[in-house]
């Protein structure tokens, strides 16, 4: 099937690669401004850095051999940390209104519409059901504040710091994770050109 | 018996009394002690069982058994549970860190023993071990003190606890609690603010407070806009600084939530029904506000905006205008309407009121005007506010025929004139003119002439053929049709010259004018005024005044300062204006724009007569009340005349010396003067006083000063000749110096060389001469006619030296011979100056009549230093005795003999030999060589 398609559309296959990982840079620059943003508010994460536990991990996932695994592997964890966000954004909504629309609030929006972007972009990618770790299992919000260890605003604050510190951390996997896998696709259709 | 008895109630009695005395033992011990935590509030509740009323109460932080209260208490016993109970408001979150209570009974002095310690376990107890913050999510008021605990996880550090940006001190509670007391608390950010509890290396833990204010909320107002529900409306006041769902202020009406207060959209809120009093209540953590409205539904009704304005009939003169309204309860209501036009310089306001008003007829509109209107309603009774306006709407009016023509017509010759109109203003045009139709008629010709005019005219030329007078006739015309004709007659043409005009003295720029009633003024009066002297296309204008005035103020803004006018009033009645009154003047005067002209000066003797002319009317801005004639000088004007009669234009200035003089001339009015005619004129003598002047008197005077210094030199003849010509000795020469020798003919040497040395003591700046090339021979010469001047002897010396060299050398042969030589010849002009003296006693100096000096020369080429030697040799023994020798022989030398032995005789060569000495050598001792040496 990829075989296939690889030879009757190489170049818009390979140029999806190349736009993912490209979409995957841009969103990981949208991730960090958008933490910049977040400490500008809370000055104190500026100051101290708070520690605990990563809410994304790949610890139950085998090994990935492959590249297209591994952007399998990614993939998922872009997966949960979409769900992370919203929880996030319906948590602040609540909690605050609409009123507040700054720069925090409006890049929020833009990093969760290109994180739906990069996701649908990767699943285009693994249409043979590329990545071996299973998805994370559905987050419901209501089990996000219970990741929050207490359903205190400060506990918040550092839920939302630890959700902005995994989007970073995941979209810079995926852009590296993609570029890699757009190399390799680019020298397979080359050498399957020369034989 | 009795003893045994008394003992022991003495005994008995003794023992109360030390027990009493002690206090100890005898009151129970409260029982049954629980401690019942609030842990939101920060309280503690203590329940106990006790027949006593007074207690003792002390509370530990348990682990370091700090006392936190130590307290005596009064406390009842419930009737219903027969407990004692007794609250205690902890300033420190209760989680904290564990606290212990312990109480006694009190009976005045006597106390009893300490229930055993009851504590409740705080969060800092070693099987909770995470790290932790106290208290959460506070909501306090602005300005109020709070503490904070932060229990630090097990084996980690404490660093500090900020609050906010704040560096806090904490005071540690137990081993692993520590607290921060924040005092005055300022409003909170939107997010809180944020109290954090780090370690060396990271954030522990924290908690967030939400700093405030209690609702502020104001003015509640409730009011109808359908006459059946209700509208309530506030200021929401001060804002809370509280921001996050859980703390935002909350509103009811009368009990019911208030949605679209509480979505934050809006301050006010909706019931169905009216209802007499309305109470709002806003509420949140810090506060609760009640506000309060009550009326009468029919006292606040608020019209919404009528709708589907429409104009139904539109007139040149009124429209009607109709609407609908929105509410169908509206139509049995009483109301008012305001109705509001706006229109170029027309705005109107109109009231209207009737029951459900939804059509008014405007009337006293003007035709072909564009009105915007808007309308709004009130209820009439009792009414409330103006309710909602409805979007402009627009009107145009239609046209209608244009007023009558303000007509005047003024003549400016006896059978020329011209007839004027004022355009018309849009309320009286009623619409675009389009044209003017003037018709004439005389009484010669039966029937009027119409001509047509396009719109922009607004006069018509007229010609009276045979000076019989005519009738015009003017109307404007516009689509609608044409105006009323309004008529005017040729008045009779009055020259100014032919009238007695007075002068017409302006009012603040203004003319109020009078004049005595005409009773053939039917009509009433025409005031008419244009500039005086005007032709051709004048800015004619006039004013018509009714019969009943006899005055009239004409305003300075229709007129022009600095202009003159002719003002006219006419008496109007169905014939031809009669002219009653004729004034000239000025609004405003000004200084003459130009000078006087043709500003000429004549002299006749010693007088100028200065003569001129007046500027030009137009130029004049005012009456000319006379001229000022200035004498200018260098830097100012001085004032020699101020004539006060406009009508002299000449001014003689009389007794002026000769000179040039410059006039100025100043025409003035009543604002000042002009900027002035200047002329200028240079006073000239008759021909006899320049003759005498310009000639015989220099004459006369070089004449005197001639006699004067011959006098002088007369008298003073003696002095004189001491000055300028001195007696010289005259040298003593052994020998026969008389006997003339013949000439010498020698040829000067190509190498002539002087050397000059005076003596060996000789300063070297005045070093000797040294021959030098013919060239340099002027430089030098310079030099040595400035030594001359000086009286020092080695220059003297020098001289003889040179004249004794050239007694015996070729030069001097050459150069006796001719005066010319000397000039070819490479000597210096000293030489020159020298040699020329013996030129003519050559005979007497040449050859060996200077021996001394001949036996020193050798040669022309000799040595310097022998050449110096020798000199030295003749000025030790030979002294001056060959000038002693030249004043023996030819008359020559003895003339000579005074010039050499002179200072002067080498500076003044020319004095002692002229060059012409050569060949006449007489006159140099003419007759003022005789005057000087008092000969006659």
Known sequence: MEGAADSDTPVPERSAADRAAALARLLHRDCTRLLELYKEREDFLSQHAPGGERLVTLALCPEAPSTAEQVGHVRSALRRCMELLECLIVREVEEMGEELQGEYESLRKTVKDRLGHLLHSTGALLENGEGGCPPSPPMQCIQGQDEVEASDSFAAKIWTYKV????????????????????????QQQQQQLL | MQGWVTLALLLSLGVECSLGQNGVGELPVPRGLTLNPDLPAQTLSLTWQSDSSLFDLEIFHTELMNVVLNETVAVKTDPVTGLHSWTWHSPLPLECTSHSAHIRARNQQSVSQWSPLQTIPGSDIPEKSESNMFPQDKVVPVGSNMTFCCIVKEKEDFKEIMYGRQEMTATRLSRRTYAITATNQPVSGNTGTNVICCSQRLTLTGAVVFVGYPPGDEGLVCETRDLASAECSWKKGRDTGLRMRRSRTKYTLNGRDCLEANERKRWWCSSKAWEQSWTLVARNPLGTVHLMDSAQLTDRVHL??????????????????????????????????????????????????????????????????????????????????????SAPYRIHTKMDRPDALDVWMWM????????????????????????????????????????????????????????????????????????????????????????????????????VLSWQPNANASSGYAVEWVPTGCSGLCPVDWKKVPESDSSFTLNSDSLVAGVRYTVSVYALS????????????????????????????????????????????????????????????????????????????????????????????????????????????????????????????????????????????????????????????????????????????????????????????????????????????????????????????????????????????????????????????????????????????????????????????????????????????????????????????????????????????????????????????QPSNTWFHNFLSGKS
């Not at chain 2, 104009?311 to 309860?329: D, G, I, P």
């Not at chain 2, 110096?868 to 003339?895: I, T």
């Open chain 2, 574 to 921: 169905t014939g031809a204006p009669t002219l009653l009154q004729r004034w000239q003047g000025y609004s405003q005067e000004m200084t003459p724009s130009q000078s006087v002209r043709e500003l000429l000066p004549n002299q006749s003797g010693s007088d100028v007569l200065l003569s001129w002319k007046a500027t030009a009317m137009e130029n004049q801005r005012g009456f000319i009340r006379g001229y000022t004639i200035y004498l200018a000088n260098a830097a100012h004007l001085e004032l020699i005349a101020n004539i006060s009669d406009p009508e002299v234009q000449s001014y003689r200035v009389k007794g002026l010396s000769l000179s040039s003089y410059k006039f100025v001339v100043k025409a003035y009015t009543s604002a000042g003067e002009d900027a002035g005619a200047t002329v200028a004129i240079k006073m000239e003598m008759d021909t006899a006083d320049m003759l005498f002047v310009g000639i015989l008197v220099p004459l006369g005077i070089m004449f005197c000063c001639l006699i004067l210094i011959s006098i002088c030199c007369y008298k003073k003849r003696e002095w004189v000749k001491k000055a300028f010509y001195p007696e010289i000795p005259g040298p003593k020469v052994p020998g026969d110096w008389s006997s003339p020798q013949g000439p010498l003919d020698v040829k000067p040497s190509p190498h002539s060389l002087v050397h000059i040395v005076e003596s060996p003591e000789w300063d070297f700046t005045k070093e000797g001469l040294f021959p030098v090339p013919e060239e340099e021979e002027e430089s030098e010469n310079d030099n040595i006619e400035v030594d001359a001047d000086s009286d020092e002897p080695a220059l003297l010396r020098y001289y003889n030296q040179v004249v004794g060299d050239g007694s015996h050398g070729n030069q001097v042969s050459d150069s006796s011979g001719s005066s010319n030589t000397s000039v070819d010849s490479t000597q210096t002009e000293i030489t020159y100056a020298g040699i020329q003296s013996p030129t003519s006693s050559q005979g007497a100096c040449g050859g060996g009549g200077y021996r001394p000096q001949m036996q020193s020369v050798i040669g022309p080429a000799e040595p310097q230093i022998e050449f110096e030697a020798d000199f030295q040799d003749d000025g030790l023994h030979a002294g001056y005795k060959p000038q002693c020798s030249w004043q023996l022989d030819s008359p020559e030398a003895e003339n000579f003999s005074g010039s050499l032995g002179s200072p002067t005789s080498v500076t003044s060569s020319q004095f002692l030999i002229p060059e012409s000495s050569e060949e006449k050598p």
């Open chain 1, 164 to 187: 902005l510190l995994e989007l970073i951390h995941w979209t810079d996997s995926a852009s590296q994770t993609l570029h890699v896998f757009h190399t390799e696709k680019h020298g």
């Open chain 2, 412 to 511: 400016d010759s006896s059978n020329t004139g011209c007839v004027f109109w004022k355009p018309l203003s849009v309320r009286k045009s009623h619409g675009a003119l389009v044209g003017y139709e003037v018709s004439q008629s005389s009484a010669e010709e039966d029937g009027w002439t119409p001509v047509s005019l396009p719109p922009g005219n607004f006069s018509y030329p007229i010609i009276l053929n045979n000076g019989s007078d005519i009738t015009v006739a003017v109307a404007a015309r516009n689509p609608a049709g044409l105006s009323q004709p309004s008529t005017v007659t040729t008045p009779a043409y009055r020259a100014d010259s032919q009238l007695s005009m007075s002068e017409l003295l302006s009012t603040n720029g203004s003319f």
């Open chain 2, 304 to 389: 919404l905006a009528p709708v589907n304005v429409t104009a139904v009939e539109v007139k040149a003169w009124s429209a009607t205008l109709q609407w609908s309204w929105s509410v169908a309860a509206y139509k049995k209501l009483e109301m008012v309407c305001q109705l509001q036009l706006f229109a170029h310089e027309l705005n109107s306001t109109r009231n209207y009121s009737g029951p459900g008003l939804s059509s008014v007829v405007l009337e006293s509109l003007w035709p072909d005007v564009d009105y915007t209107v808007t309308l709004y309603c009130g209820s009439k009774h009792g009414f409330w506010k103006w309710g909602d306006k």
